[in-house]
Every structure is written in structure tokens, then in C-alpha cells.
């Protein structure tokens, strides 16, 4: 009832009623006549931008059968087919003519191209896995000695082949080509096509063209192109009767330009009413992007900064780039595979800049476009984004396509909901000034109330110092004036339980008082009279919910392991329990460590007033403690007992979070010990492995280094971390020497037991790296992070079995005392550039020690061992680079004679084939050129199988002894 609503409600309630009422109803109107306006505005921008593109691109077309036409019928063109026609076919006997050798030195150059230039990327851009060599080279011969002048023996670039005017040899086809090539090159430049051909109209032989791709100088009836769209053009032109004949392709994925999106336009080529041949055109897509994407100005036409406008086919694929594309083509290519595009179409975007062919799209608005509808309507576009589309078909002979329109629906519909905001902000401006007079005038006839119910709320909430100031003499002064002697009343006989009180909340300690149960009840019943915070935040209860009441049911959750429910009685029957500590199981389920003690409390000496709990949390102590244990644990599995003794006597020893230190990293790796372990059981390779680490390890202790990670047969350990010293570069050096001095015994041990000998190869490094703990709570470790500890692994790459590569950084730190032998120049993955590296052959000072040398001079064979041989790009095997011979041989490396040279460091894998027996297989490394030997080249065995060393024995042995 309006009886029982305040005054100030009342007010409230008409005024904004009446103000708010008419505010709605207004804005309502005025936004949905703005809304229909607004929109159908986007729309007809959208369809305009759409209309004008239609219209560019159909003249564009009619422009290419234009210029078509006006090429094919030129005196230059005309001239020209028939001399080039002439000139090829006096080339083909003139090849007839030519010796062998010259004609096998030909098909050599045109090989050669092939296989080193072309059919390479064209693998990289197709999803069969294996591209056969004879589907693209040209059989025929005449065909083969143009492509070996014009392509294979080209000074230009590829993009750039059309600069050749006059080709090797001075016959008819090299003289009419100096005469007419500059005309037509400029032709087509100036009309801005990518080529253009000339075609025999009998042979269907591309006489001339200008960019001389691979299908130059091939047939078009009989060649490898002759199923492409280019050979239906000039099929269809070579059989039109009517001069004016122009035929235009649809794009198709180009084999000679490498698969690029490729259309082609023909028309024949009529002298007198005579044919002479067909003129082919090879269409640019940069004139259609630049019709497409109004020279790439969406902005200023009318397309913001989400809109394009876009030609799709009847296969569903573009037919010009998308602008999100040219605009920013990694984040499309990115979006493009989180999409689900599959890797190969990314690739062939990504190589041929283009969306031609490669990008799908399904959208109702493009389906609706080829089937020759028009219309608007918003979808989800191939981004996956709502936008708003506007389409229609395109009338161009011969082609089934439609074109697109679209932009964001949040751009194109802003100006609705900046509208919108309008209208909001205007009506929540009226209605906070209808609201600010309503409670203006509530205010000057409620405040006097409001004042006394304001002191009353105060003094509930123990503010006893409080009093109300209201100089009135009517009745509302007369309450005031009782408030206040009531206040002072209160404030006089509750000062000494505040204090109290102030120092139970200021306790850390939890604070827990009982007063005796009512007669006939036990104790748990007896109601909590008094709880500090502390005890609150143990509890997880408000006070609210623990003071009056009973006590077994506040602590019900809170038993301590193995007493549950037992310390009130304990505390009742001695009087007091003192320094109990145990593991307390509280409210949310954490077990917590608590010092408990608890007394009880008497007037005098007679009669119990209560019980008093008190707990003092002992969690950081105990965190205090394990910290202590987890550096024992922790660093005690990778450094010695006296670093971990000295990290626990240092105050900063438990501040082990990150930190950037330089330290110096060593990274060693077992050569053969794949082999080895093909050979061998699972328990023997797993008896090698701890053997060799445990001498590994032993050594690495003994010279202080932290083992980092232990990596199969690799060790990655760190000199200055966690603790450092002067000498961390000294004691990583004289470690690393150790180790290779350590391997004789290791190999020893292998060779009683009948196994194969292994070496190893060890990188050092210095540099500032990450230190710290890493990992989660579960699961920790002490660990070095950051390119120096990557770099460390790269030189370690580079090192061949024995050998000990140490940087430019560890050299200069002892450099008073390691002993270097040859120098090398490498340029490892990840680095800025090369680095320089020393092989280290020993250590003086306090260590003493040299490098035992594992090299074994190389014996000449009395006749080669011939090879063949493959560059091992990272873990894979590229193809065969090429064949040799082993001229001189021994245990750990050979000689190699070859017309191929390979660069040093190169890591290669070798086949040897042993007369009677299996195809022997090893890996080595390049080390150096031979020396005085052109086209040689000496390796270092990087992993020798047994039956191979015994073959290499056996032919050893033939060479010594005749």
C-alpha cells in the first residue's frame, strides 16, 4: 500500500515516471526511423562499389580481346611468326647435322637446369611426393637445343630472361630473334602482360615467347603442355576461319611458371587472308588486382577498412587476391592454417603471393553470384567474419564467374549503433537530471530522519562516542537529546571490554573462549563467548557464526591426527595442556602445523568460568625447514657434497628464484653409439650407457661442474652455477680433457666384452644464461636457459670423435693456459654470424693434461674403394650429391676423390659397396680439402659398423702387403 512507501519513494516514483516515460518513447522513434535509414545507406554504398567493379573488370576483358586482336594483326607479329617458323624448322636440320657430342652437350646444360633449378621448386609445390624427372624434360631435340640457349645457358636471371636478344650462334632462329625480340618484349610491357607466344600452326611448336619459361620451344599437340589451357587456346584459335577470333581461359595452376595461377588469351594470326600462326597471351595478375582492388585504395572508394571486392569461379575458387592477403599475408597465412587449409595450398600462396585458385570460397553470397543471381544478404565470409555482401554475375565470353562485395557488418553497421549510443547517453542525461531533482527535494523534508536513524545504525556498531547535533526543539531535537544520554550511558560501562577486546585482535595467535554448558549438558555444548580474527581465519567462519554457539559443533572439522575430539576433555581433567604440536586438519581440507596448548579458567579456587584454546600456526617454520631439505635434495643429485654443503651455510642460499649469471657450458655427445646400440641387446646398451656416464659423472663431480641434463648418450653440464669461482672456464676445460682422456678405458672395457669402440665429441661455451628452478610443484629441477646453452650444443655439432671445440668467450678466459691447435670458421644455426672456434689439444697449470690423439695415418689403396655419397641436412638424408672413390684409408677416416667437392664441416652419409657381401653404410665428417689434390676432400668417420672397419681392414691390408 502507498501508506507503508516512504515519502522520498513517492517522489522519486512520479518524477521519474512521467521524465523517463517520455524519454523511451521519443529516443524509441527516432533510433528505428535512424536504424532503416543507416542501413539501407550501407547497402547502396556496398552495391555501388559492387556495380563499378563489375563494370571494370567485363571492360578489362573486352580490353585483352582488344589488344589481342590488335597484337595478332601487326606488321611486327605478322613478320615475325613467319620468319620464326622458318628459322625453327631449319634448326632441326641443322641439329640433325650436328655431331653427337655437341647435341649430348646440349641435352647436358638443359639437365642440368632442370635438375638444379626447376624441378626442385616444383617438388617444394606439389603434394606427390615424388616428381619424375621426364614428365617436364623436352625430348625433342630440336626443342632441347632452344631451351639450352635461351634458358639453360641465359646470363639473365630467371625474371629477367627476356634481356637476352641475340642467343649463342649466329643461324637464322638467333638473327630473327635480335630483330624481333626488343619490338615485342616492349609490346607486351607496355600492354602489361607476363608473355607472350608465338605458335606454328602446323606443329603446334612454340616458336617464340617472351619470357622463355619451360614450354618454350615445346609442342602444344604432342608436348608436355599439350593438356593445359593454354594448348586448348591455341587449339581453338588454330581452327577459327574468322580473323576477329579471340579465345580467353579460365586461370589453371601454370606447370612452367611453377604452378603460379596462369590465364591465357589466343586469336590467329592472318596475312592476306593466309594463316600463319596463333598469338597467345599469358594475362598478368597484377592488372586485375589493380581493376579488383582499385589500385589497392579501399579505403578512399568506399570500402573502409574491412571491405574488398572479390571474383570467385564456378569451382568455388577466387579468381582474384583477397585484400586481407595483400594487406598482410603472414597473419592471413596463420588465420588460413588455424582454419584447417591444408599445408600444401599455404605454401603455394605463400611462394606465388597469390589467393588465385588457392582459397576457397563456399559463401552463399558467391554461390549465388556464378549461378548468375544478384543480390545483398550478410554471412560468415571465408575468414570465418560476419559481414554484409553484395553479388552478381560477370559477363565475360567464356568464363563462369561471379563477384562479390562485402565489408564487416561492424563497420558498415557503426553508424547504427553510434546511434544508438546517442540516443542511450541523451536519455541517461535526462533521467540522472530527473533523478537529481527528486532526491534534492526528498532530501530537504527526510534529512532530519535520516540523521537520527544514521546515529542509531553508528552506536549498533559500537561507535559508543557518538552523538547526534540537531538544534531543533520540536520532537526530532527531543529524540536527539534522549540518543545522546542513552550514548553516554553505554560508552561509560563498555571502555575496559574494548580494550580487551583490542588485544585479542591484535594476537596472531588463534584465541578461542568457552563459558560452562548449561547444568545437565556437557561440555560441548558450551557456548563460544569469545573469538579473535585469527581464530576466524583458522575456523573459515565469520563471528558471527561461532560466537553463542556450541563448541563441538564450531570445531567439529578441526581433529588433529590420531586424537580427534579428545583436547577439551584432556584440557578439563589436568587442568591445562602447554606446547602440543601436531598436523591439524582445518575447514577447506589443508592439513596445517599448529602449536596447541589450552587451560581452564576459575573464579578463585572453586568454580570453572570457561575454557580458553589457544593455536599458533607453525607453517612458515616447517616451510623454513623443507626449503632447507629441497636444496639438499635438489642440488645434491648434481654437484658435489661440499657445494651443497656450502649453499645451505650461506643466509642467501634459499634465494634460488632466476637469475642472469655467466657461467660456461660444456656439451658432449657419443659418435657411433648408434650403431653400437643396434648391435646390442637392450641390457647390454643400457650396462654400457651406465658405466660410461658413471666414469662421466665422476669426473664432472670431481671437477665441480652442475650436470644440467643427462640426454641419452649426451651430457649438458654448467661451470658457475650455482656457485661460482675465478677458475669456472679452467675447470671446464681441464674436465673435458679428462673425459676424452677417460675414454680408453671406457673403450677397453668394450672391447673385452667384444663391442665396438665409440668416441666422443665435446663443445664449451661462455656466456650469461638464465639460472634458476624450473618446472612446477610436482616436479623441479635447477636449470641453465638461453642461446649461450643452444650455442653450446651447435659448436658441439661441429666437433668430430676426440675432439674438444671450445668458443672465442672460453678461449679468452684461458687463454693463459689452454693449448690450442688449428683454428675454424663456422656459422652454427641461431647465431648473428660466423663464430670462430679453436680445437683444444691440452691444458697446463695446475692440471696438466693433453689430448690423447685418436687420428691414424691415411694409407694409399692399391686401387680406389668407389663411393657414393649424400649431404645429411639436420637429421635427414638429402639426395645423392654425387659419386667418388676412398684413396687413402684408415681406421677413423679416408680420402676422398670426387668431381663434386664438398664444403668442410659438412656432415655426409657414405655408401660402400663390398663385392660379395652387403652395401656397407657410415656417416662422416667433411674436414678438410686434401691438400695439393684438386676435387678432393678428407672425412673424419663419424660411425663405422663393424663388418665395415673389417672390410677397410682387409683392403688395408691388401695395400701393405700387395
Known sequence: MLSNVSLKHKLLGALLGVGLLGVFVTGWQAYRRGERALEQASINQLTSVLEERRRAIEGYWADVQHEALSLAESAVVTGAIGEFSAACRALGGEVERMPPATRQGYRAMVDAHYRDSFLPRVRGLTSTPEVTPWQYLPADPTTVVMQAVYIADNPHSEGARDGLDRGAGGGPYTAAHARFHPFIRAAIRQFGYFDLFLIDHETGRIVYSVAKQVDFGTSLLSGQYSDTHLAAAFRAARDAIDADFVWLTDFESYAPSFGAPSAFVAAPIFKDGRRLGVLALQLSVSRIDAVMTGSRRWKEQGLGETGETYLVGADTQMRSNSRFFLEQPEQYLATAAQSGMSELRRRLMKTHQSTILFQEISTPAAAAAVRGQTGTLTQSDYRGVEVLAAYAPVAIPGLHWGIVAKIDTAEAFAPIRALRRAVLWTAAGIAAVVVVLALVLARSLTAPIHRLIAGMQTLGHGDLSYRIAEARRDEIGRIASAFNRMAAELETTTVSRDHLTSILDSMSDAVVVVRPPAEGTGWREAAVVTVNPAACALLGRAPADILGRPVGSVMETMTAQGAAGLWLEEVLRLGRIGGRAGVYKIHDGREIPLLFSSAVMRQGAGAVQGVVWTAHDLTELKALEARSAFIRETFGRYVSEEVVASLLSSPEALALGGELRKVTVMMTDLRGFTALA???????????????????????????????????????????????AADDADRAVACA??????????????????????????????????????????????????????????????????????????????????????????????????????????????????????????????????????????????AVAGLGAFVRVSTTGAEVRSPTPMPPLSNVKIWVDDPGAATHELYAKVVAEAPGTVGSFAVRFTALAPEAAAYFGRRLAESRFG
Open 678 to 724: 643396434e648391435r646390442l641387446t637392450p641390457e647390454e646398451v643400457i650396462g654400457f650407457l651406465n658405466h660410461y656416464l658413471q666414469t662421466m659423472v665422476d669426473l664432472i663431480m670431481h671437477y665441480h661442474g652442475t650436470i644440467n641434463e643427462i640426454m641419452g648418450d649426451g651430457i649438458l653440464v654448467i661451470f658457475g652455477a650455482p656457485t661460482t
Open 737 to 878: 680433457v679428462a673425459m676424452q682422456r677417460a675414454m680408453r678405458e671406457v673403450n677397453e672395457r668394450s672391447r673385452k666384452r667384444g663391442h665396438p669402440t665409440v668416441e666422443m665429441g665435446i663443445g664449451i661455451h661462455t656466456g650469461r644464461v638464465i639460472v634458476g628452478n624450473i618446472g612446477s610443484s610436482r616436479r623441479m629441477k635447477y636449470a641453465a636457459v638461453g642461446t649461450h646453452v643452444n650455442l653450446t650444443g651447435r659448436i658441439e655439432s661441429y666437433t668430430t670423435g676426440g675432439q674438444i671445440l671450445i668458443s672465442e668467450d672460453t678461449k679468452r678466459d684461458v687463454a693463459s693456459v689452454v693449448q690450442v691447435g688449428r683454428q675454424m670458421r663456422i656459422e652454427p644455426k641461431g647465431a648473428k654470424g660466423e663464430l670462430t672456434v679453436w680445437e683444444v689439444k691440452g691444458i697446463g697449470g695446475s692440471h696438466g693434461l693433453v689430448v690423447p690423439s685418436t687420428e691414424e695415418p691415411l694409407i694409399l689403396l692399391t686401387s680406389p674403394i668407389p663411393i657414393r655419397y649424400a649431404v645429411l641436412e639436420g637429421k635427414h638424408v638429402g
